[in-house]
Structure formats: structure tokens, C-alpha cells
């Protein structure tokens, strides 16, 4: 794969593929979202207005994981040796936010796809600003909800059945075995090492018939109807799927966990015998899609980007890659205006999986003869 340096005169933004409608289960593909034809009349801006429709691992907290990391002004996890690519503060948590009402939309108003009632205990790892495990230990309130994370950037008053720990996953997880109903993953992607050992993890911490269940995006933008000139490498869209790849290949941590079903195989290999079922999504960069669940996933997405495009970038194109920060800023500055254009209906990946802890050993082995 070549470099993924700017060129020294990238081309005009173009626009990413579609955004899929419902996702089927078991693997299958997303199917292509259907434009709105109205969309490119509308007046197109950085916002969007549909948005109001216009070493054991758990640490106790101490001063220097507060000593936050600063890359050009934006602050970084600062937890023993842990790696993580994305900033921690305020910039770029509004866009985690975004990130998940917009998945709260995409799985039905639901907060997670496994077959879980009335759980007892639930694990959200890399919990990011908490918001996942608040909405969950309000809705459980009998529920234990424990989210753990890299960076202490949750909210101090929480709901008494909710609680928030220091913890690298990566590393050997200090819960007792067979503890948790649900361990829930969501956006990991870059950031995990082994990811069958992350899986493990989690296996050995499920109660027997508890789910682990797994949410990550793609990253690649991509359209079906060809509105966006993804094949031209100079294209900012071209230019950031480069990124991703090759920052994630160096550092030995991937971002494309979800694609091609890895993921799933990773479950497999981690123990889980399967089932997976797994939702493929695409997911909008904009409100050009004509359905209007779609249009609001769409209005979500776009913002939180626009919020997070440096955040996104930064980390890795300075100090993976070697860009100069001033080029970030080139490729920043035209990542909006490509996600501004009308004209590009574009859209990344993003799929689910889901799967049980069988109740009892015998089950494994019948599933592996």
C-alpha cells in the first residue's frame, strides 16, 4: 500500500457510497440506501440541520493519569503504556455523543441487539464519556453496570447501580469468572492488540447463556451510486481511508476489525462456539438518504464527524505517519467541504455481532466435533 502523506495538490472532495438500510442478520449485506431526490436542492453546511431536524487492569485514579498528554492542543489518555489514537477531551467526547444516539437509532431504540432481560451484571468496555452505561443502568436498575476506560472522563454523580473503573481491556481483566449477563465492545477499532485474547477475556468473565456483543465501524468511506471519486488516491476521502489502514498496520493495532467478519472469526478462535449473528450497516454521511430513519442517522453522523475530523486524524498522521500538523489541517479543511458537497452520498461501514456463552462445557464440545 503506498504512503499515505498528502499530495502536494490533492482534488476536489468528492462524496462517500451510500448509506445502507436495515441490516440483515447472519452476514449478510447491508443493502444500498436510496437517495433522497430532493437532498441536493437543500442547502448544504458544515451542520445539519435534520439534527433538530434543520497492570492488573483495573487502577485506582491518581494525579499523573490525570496529567493528560497534549498533541497540538489536544489531550490524550495518559494510562501507564496503554495506546489509544483519539483525544479525550471535550472536542472530541460531544462526538462520541452523537455517536451513540445515532446507534441507539440504528438498533431500534435499543441499546444493544443480544437477548437480554432483567440482567444482573453488565460490562461496558472502553465506556468513553459513560453514556451507554448510564442509559443502561437506568433502564436495569437491579443491574450491576460497571463501564471501564482509559480515561477518567465520566460524570462523578451516577445512578447507584452504575460505576466507572480505570482499566486497559487489552490487559488481563481482574473480574471474577462468570460474572456478567452482557459484556458490551463498541468502537475499539485501533486500539486492541489481540483481539482474541480481548475476546477470551470477556468469555471468561460471561456467566454461562450470558452474550458478548460487539459494535465497531469500517472506517473506509465508500458510495454505491459512484457519486464520490474514491479511485482518484488524491481524492480527501481516498486519502483518509489510507490512513486508517496504514497507521493501524504500523502500530499493530487494526481498524478494520468488522470487515470481512473478523471479528466473528476472533469470537471463534476466543472460545465462543457461535452462533454470531451480525448487522451490517451503512452508515450516512449526511441527510441525502430519503428514508427518514436513515436521514437522521445521516444528520448524527455528519456532526459528530465534524466535530471529531481532527481528533480523528491527528494522533495518527502526526506522530504514526510523520505529517506535518499544518497538513492535517489541508486535509481537515477539505474533509468538510467534501462532506458538505450535495452531491457526494457518501457513507462508511458498521456491523454488530452478537453471541452466547454456552451454559455448560458439553455444549463446546459438541460444537467443535
Known sequence: MGSSKPPSSPAAPSSPPAAAAEAGTHGEEAAPIIVDPEFETEVQGDGDSALGYAESSTASLSSSILQYREIHGRTYQNFKEAEYWAPNDDKQNDGLDLHHHMMYLIHNNSLFRSPVEDPDAVLDVGTGTG?????????????????????????????????FELDDASLDWTFSADKFDLVHLRFLIGSIEDWPKLYRQAYRCLKPGGWLEHTDFTIRIASDDGSIPIEDPKHPYAIWNRIFAEAGEKIGRTFLVSDKGKNAEWMKEAGFPGPFNVEHYKLPLGTWPKDKKWK??????????????????????????????????????????????????????????????????????????
Open 131 to 163: 453514556i451507554w452505561a448510564l442509559d443502561c443502568a437506568d433502564q436495569f436498575p437491579a443491574a450491576e453496570v460497571i463501564g471501564t476506560d482509559l480515561s477518567p472522563i465520566q460524570p462523578t454523580w451516577t445512578p447507584p447501580n452504575c460505576r
Open 296 to 369: 437522521e442517522v445521516g444528520a448524527f453522523n455528519k456532526q459528530s464527524c465534524l466535530e471529531g475530523l481532527e481528533g480523528y486524524v491527528l494522533y495518527l498522521a502526526v506522530k504514526i505517519l510523520g505529517w506535518k500538523f499544518e497538513e492535517v489541517q489541508v486535509l481537515c479543511s477539505k474533509m468538510r467541504s467534501a462532506l458538505a458537497n450535495p452531491n457526494y452520498h457518501a457513507y462508511y461501514g458498521c456491523s454488530t455481532v452478537w453471541t452466547q456463552k454456552p451454559l455448560d462445557e458439553q455444549a463446546i464440545g459438541d460444537a467443535e466435533a
